[in-house]
């Protein structure tokens, strides 16, 4: 029976969407859901197709259980929830939830237009512009490695009135805590967390990621499998631990849809089963989600650079006052999964489990859709698989799967996307090789000073490379590029 990986199904999904084959992403996520309930993403995927389709009460069921339980800072989820929410009329909810996504996204033009037409319609008039608000400045501290500043900003924001409660901001302080190597306090917010949220991804790897550093090897390794139903590839803890992760990417494939027999589900295979080795584990990343930090703390004086460049940004911009969060209805269909954080991952059974959550729900009756809508697939989510890749890249990908921290194929691949003229999965590959040894990172910096040069008005680009200065060390050369992006973002606010 011909098999896919999970990743390469999900990708599949994405572009079925993107063909208008809402339906087709629709069962695929549903055949994925059978033997994995609890894949963050494949809901993430499934959200999307019910978004499109016009199945408005399930994509926000989907999505709102997202938020509350398994990743409080997914940009789709919050973005998705906007649109509904202003669809339904509910302008107040529509506002928080969307600048919940500015905050992940803030150089995403969409989610700005977004804001500025909610922002009309809840005052009368339209700002002429978006700034930063402390939430999105905070996690641009973190993303530049100015930890100190993140959690002196995270800190303040959770004791204003109306935010004791926000799960997103606890999160990104746990992240910020953990890099800063505070260790206790990050464990004391996470385990905070997971008394609210158990299904909390981040908040499940950073805990076992602790219990390894302090020595719990058994209580660490309980923690970090735990995660593995949410992430059975352990791409995100791939992304927030870099190279020193205690969990490897796995390579997961289950049978194809339309080749699968009608009277039962084949188990899926799962090669080199991950293990958690008690080894030192150090604050080093790679970014597959938007917020993930790239950089150990950088020297004071580098530190008070960027500083000074976010402040005036932040003093400049006229402060945009921020709604309270919505109250959300209770939730009806089935949780993403029972609560636990220590229950290692069982195996799955040959038939499959029933789906959990993904029931079928009439849309909701509306007396219209927007006429713009935000496509919840920008910025952070990877782009779909091309239709026809090229042979190199099918190359590539393959050694890639049989080896993720090859960084020379890695690079390779890169600027195989990039020559072909396919900048975004060249810039997600480039983004990668952030954790790569000294002479790796310097051609990637290298190169993306090229994509810069040819593509002045790609901020991502722009972005990527402040990232990648940073972590080569190239402290003045971030500042000046970080600083170029928040103004070029400020002038795109104005005009």
């Not at 500043?149 to 800190?155: F, H, T, V, W, Y």
Request: hydrophobic fraction near 40%; aromatic fraction near 4%; proline fraction near 7%.
């Amino acid at each position: 029976m011909a098999r896919i990986t999970l990743h390469e199904y999900l990708d599949e999904a994405r572009q079925r969407i993107e063909e208008g084959g809402y339906e087709d992403a629709i069962s695929i996520c549903r055949h994925i859901l059978k033997r994995y309930p609890r894949q963050v993403k494949t809901y993430q995927v499934l959200g999307e197709a019910c978004l499109e389709k016009g199945d408005f009460a399930e994509a926000a069921d989907i999505f709102q259980r997202l938020v509350q339980e398994a990743d409080p800072e997914n940009f789709v989820a919050h973005a998705g929830l906007g649109i509904l929410r202003e669809e339904q009329g509910r302008v107040s909810e529509a506002i928080w939830h969307m600048e919940r996504a500015f905050e992940v996204a803030p150089n995403n033009d969409q989610v700005r237009d977004a804001l500025r037409r909610l922002y009309g319609k809840r005052d009368g008039e339209e700002p002429t512009r978006i700034k930063h608000n402390k939430a999105a400045l905070a996690r641009l501290y973190l993303r530049g490695g100015q930890y100190r500043q993140a959690i002196d900003k995270l800190r303040d924001l959770l004791d204003e009135e109306g935010n004791h409660e926000r799960v997103d901001l606890q999160v990104a302080l746990t992240e910020a805590l953990w890099r800063d190597e505070r260790r206790e306090q990050a464990a004391e917010v996470a385990r905070g967390i997971l008394e609210k949220a158990p299904n909390c991804l981040k908040a499940i790897l950073i805990l076992g990621m602790i219990h390894i550093e302090k020595g719990l090897d058994e209580q660490g390794q309980d923690t970090l499998l735990a995660a593995r139903s949410l992430d059975p590839e352990n791409r995100v803890a791939e992304s927030l631990f870099g190279e020193r992760s205690p969990l490897d990417r796995q390579t997961v494939r289950v049978p194809q849809l339309q080749e699968e027999p009608a009277e039962s589900a084949e188990a899926e295979e799962v090669e080199e089963p991950a293990t958690v080795p008690a080894a030192e584990a150090a604050p080093a990343a790679e970014e597959e989600l938007e917020t993930q930090a790239v950089t150990e703390a950088a020297p004071p004086s580098a530190e008070d650079m960027l500083e000074e460049v976010l402040e005036e940004e932040e003093a400049a911009a006229p402060t945009v006052e921020e709604p309270e969060p919505p109250p959300e209805p209770a939730l009806t269909a089935a949780p993403l999964a029972e609560p636990a954080t220590t229950v290692t991952q069982s195996e799955p059974e040959a038939t499959a489990p029933e789906e959990e959550g993904v029931a079928e729900a009439e849309p909701l009756q509306l007396a219209g859709a927007a006429e713009e809508r935000i496509a919840p697939t920008v910025a952070a989510t990877p782009p779909a698989v091309l239709p026809t890749p090229s042979p190199d890249i099918d190359h590539f990908k393959q050694l890639l799967e049989q080896d993720p921290k090859d960084d020379e194929i890695r690079l390779a691949l890169a600027r195989t996307y990039r020559d072909l003229e396919q900048i975004q999965p060249a810039l997600e590959q480039y983004s990668i090789l952030k954790r790569s040894r000294t002479d790796l990172l310097a051609q990637a910096v290298e190169d993306m000073e090229r994509v810069v040069a040819s593509r002045p008005d790609n901020l991502q680009a722009h972005e990527l490379l402040a990232d990648l200065y940073v972590k080569n060390g190239q402290l003045q050369q971030a500042v000046e590029r970080y600083r170029w992006v928040l103004h070029r973002i400020e002038e795109k606010t104005t005009s």
